[in-house]
C-alpha cells in the first residue's frame, strides 16, 4: 500500500531546501531571516498537522502513508518512508518545538542566517529519522541531525562552548559507529539477500548470541543519545553552555530520538534480546532516576541543573520500556511526548531570565520575583509540571509508567516493590532540587540591593511562548487519551512479539 501522493518526502525536504534558499535573502536583514524561518516552521507543522489528519487512520497498527521509492540502484538503496501510532506523536512534537525554538531565538544577531538555516536542517533531520522506514535511512537522517547540533554550539554558546560542542560530538559520533554497525550487521546477515526495510526485518529471527551482539550495539547507541547512565556526560555540559533556543531542541527533541530507537529498533526487532536484557535496563533506569535527582542539587549552573533534571526523566522512559507491559511502553510514551514539553519550557524559561540579569550560577541570583513576576509565575508552574503535579502531563506518564511495573508477568513481587520503592524516593527528591532552584532564583534579598536594579519583565513574545508550551502540557494531563490512542494499537502489535513469540 503506496501512498499517490509523497506527504512525507515533502515533509522532511521542505525545512532544509526552503532553508538553503536563505542564502538568497538579503545580506543584512536579521528581521527578514527570522519571520522568513518562523513561516517556514509554521508552514511545515500545518502541511504535517493537515496530512496527519486526512491521511492517517487511529485504528490501523500498519505504516501508513508509505512511500518507497528506489534511490541508488547499485547498492538496493531505497527511500522508505512512512508513519504509525508510534512516530506520529514524536514529529508533531518535534514540529511544535522547533516553531517554538526559532521564535525563542529572536535575541539572536550574530551570523542569523546561518542560525536559522541550521535549524531547518536540524527539523529535516529530525523528521526523517523519526519517519523512514528504511534502517540505512534512519542512520543517513540520524547523521544529518549531528552537524547543525555541532556548529549550534560551538558557534553560540557560553563561554565553555567548544569544550561542550567537542564533547558532544565525540560522544555522539562515537556512539553512531555502533548504530552502524549494527545497522550493517542486521541488514547483510537478515536473509538471502542483504534488506533494509524495517517491515521484512521485525519478523527475523537471530540466533541468541548474534541478536545479543546486535542488541548491545544498538544499545549503546541510543544510550548516549538519550542519556542513559553513565553514558550521560556529555549533557549537562552540553545543555550549560548552549543557546536556549538550542537547549529547547537538545531537550524536547534530540533526547526523544534515543528513546524512540530503543522502541522501534531494539523493542520491534529484537524481542528475545530485549526481553533478557530488560531488568537489567530496568535497574538502571531506577540508579537513574534516583542518581540524576541526587546530583542535581549540586550543580550551582542553572542550566545544568535542569539538565539532571531531564536525565532523571527518562529514567521513566527506560523503566517503561523495559516493563514490557501494555501500561508500561504507553507511559513510556507518553513521558517522551510530555518531556518534550516539560524540559523545553524549562530552559526556554532559564534563558530568558538569563537574558535579563546575566547570570549563570544560582547562588548568585535571588530576588527575581519582585521585578519579573511574570516569569516568575511561568517558572513556577512549569517546575510544578515537572516534578508531576496531577493534572500535569507529567504525572499521568508517570502514574502509568507505575502500573506497567506493577502488571508486569515478568517480574516478581519482591522486585517490583523494590523498583517502585526506589522509585519513589527519586520521586520525592524531584520537588526538593526543583523548588529549592525556585527559593534560590525568585525568593530572598539578594538582587534588590544592587544598585540600578531594573530589568524588563517578560514581553508578548515570551509569555505567547510559555503559555503555548504550558497548554499542551496541561491538556495532556486532564485528557492523557489523546496521546495514548495515537500508539495503542502500535504498542499492541509491538507486544504481541513477547508473549506469542
Not at 520491534?268 to 535496563?281: G, Q, R, Y
Not at 527575581?368 to 516568575?376: C, E, G, N, R
Request: charged share 10%; proline share 4%; aromatic share 14%.
Amino acid at each position: 500500500m503506496t501512498n499517490d501522493f509523497p506527504w512525507l518526502t515533502i515533509i522532511v525536504v521542505f525545512p532544509i531546501s526552503a532553508g538553503s534558499l536563505m542564502l538568497f535573502l538579503p545580506h543584512r536583514g536579521n528581521k527578514v531571516n527570522k519571520w522568513y524561518t518562523i513561516c517556514i516552521c509554521i508552514l511545515e507543522l500545518l502541511l504535517t498537522t493537515y496530512a496527519f489528519c486526512y491521511n492517517f487512520k487511529m485504528d490501523d497498527p500498519l505504516i501508513q502513508l508509505s512511500e518507497d521509492y528506489k534511490w541508488i540502484n547499485f547498492l538496493d538503496f531505497y527511500w522508505r518512508m512512512g508513519i504509525d501510532g508510534l512516530s506520529i506523536g514524536t514529529i508533531l512534537l518535534t514540529g511544535f518545538i522547533t516553531t517554538l525554538a526559532t521564535l525563542a531565538a529572536f535575541p539572536v544577531t550574530r551570523d542569523s542566517k546561518l542560525f536559522h538555516f541550521l535549524m531547518l536542517a536540524m527539523y529535516s533531520g529530525q523528521i526523517g529519522s523519526f519517519s523512514s522506514r528504511d534502517l540505512l535511512l534512519f542512520f543517513i537522517m540520524w547523521e544529518l541531525e549531528l552537524i547543525p547540533v555541532y556548529l549550534l554550539l560551538s558557534m553560540w554558546g557560553g563561554k565553555k562552548r567548544l569544550y561542550s560542542a567537542t564533547k558532544f560530538i565525540l560522544y555522539t559520533a562515537g556512539s553512531s559507529i555502533f548504530l552502524l554497525i549494527g545497522v550493517l550487521g542486521i541488514s547483510l546477515y537478515g536473509s538471502n539477500e542483504p534488506t533494509l526495510n524495517l517491515e521484512l526485518l521485525a519478523n527475523q529471527s537471530y540466533p541468541v548470541t548474534l541478536e545479543i551482539l546486535f542488541y548491545i550495539g544498538f544499545l549503546i547507541a541510543f544510550a548516549v543519545k538519550s542519556p542513559i547512565i553513565p553514558l550521560h556526560t556529555w549533557l549537562p555540559d552540553t545543555h550549560g553552555e548552549a543557546h536556549y533556543s538550542t537547549c529547547m531542541l537538545l531537550a524536547g527533541i534530540l533526547l526523544k530520538m534515543g528513546a524512540y530507537g530503543l522502541v522501534r529498533i531494539n523493542m520491534e526487532l529484537l524481542p528475545h534480546a530485549h526481553s533478557m536484557f530488560s531488568p537489567w535496563l530496568m535497574v538502571v533506569g531506577t540508579i537513574q532516576i534516583i542518581y540524576a535527582a541526587s546530583t542535581s542539587p549540586g550543580q550551582r549552573n542553572l542550566k545544568k541543573r535542569i539538565a539532571y533534571s531531564s536525565v532523571s526523566h527518562m529514567g521513566f522512559i527506560i523503566i517503561g520500556i523495559s516493563s514490557i507491559t501494555d501500561p508500561g511502553l504507553n507511559g513510556a510514551i507518553l513521558q517522551i511526548i510530555s518531556h518534550g514539553f516539560i524540559g523545553a519550557a524549562l530552559f526556554f524559561l532559564a534563558g530568558t531570565s538569563y537574558d535579563r540579569i546575566r547570570l549563570v550560577y544560582l547562588d548568585e541570583m535571588g530576588g527575581m520575583a519582585i521585578s519579573i513576576p511574570k516569569i516568575f509565575t511561568m517558572f513556577t508552574i512549569l517546575s510544578m509540571a515537572s516534578l508531576a503535579l496531577p493534572g500535569m502531563s507529567g504525572f499521568v506518564a508517570e502514574l502509568i509508567v507505575f502500573f506497567g511495573i506493577i502488571t508486569s508477568q515478568k517480574y516478581f513481587l519482591i522486585s517490583k516493590i523494590l523498583i517502585i520503592f526506589v522509585m519513589a524516593i527519586g520521586m520525592i527528591l524531584t520537588p526538593i532540587y526543583l523548588l529549592s532552584m525556585s527559593r534560590q532564583m525568585f525568593y530572598g534579598y539578594k538582587l534588590i540591593n544592587v544598585k540600578n536594579f531594573s530589568f524588563f519583565d517578560s514581553g508578548p513574545r515570551e509569555l505567547f511562548l510559555s503559555i503555548s508550551i504550558l497548554l499542551p502540557i496541561i491538556g495532556i494531563g486532564i485528557y492523557p487519551d489523546f496521546v495514548l490512542s495515537l500508539a495503542s494499537d502500535k504498542v499492541e502489535s509491538i507486544l504481541s512479539n513477547y508473549f506469542y513469540g
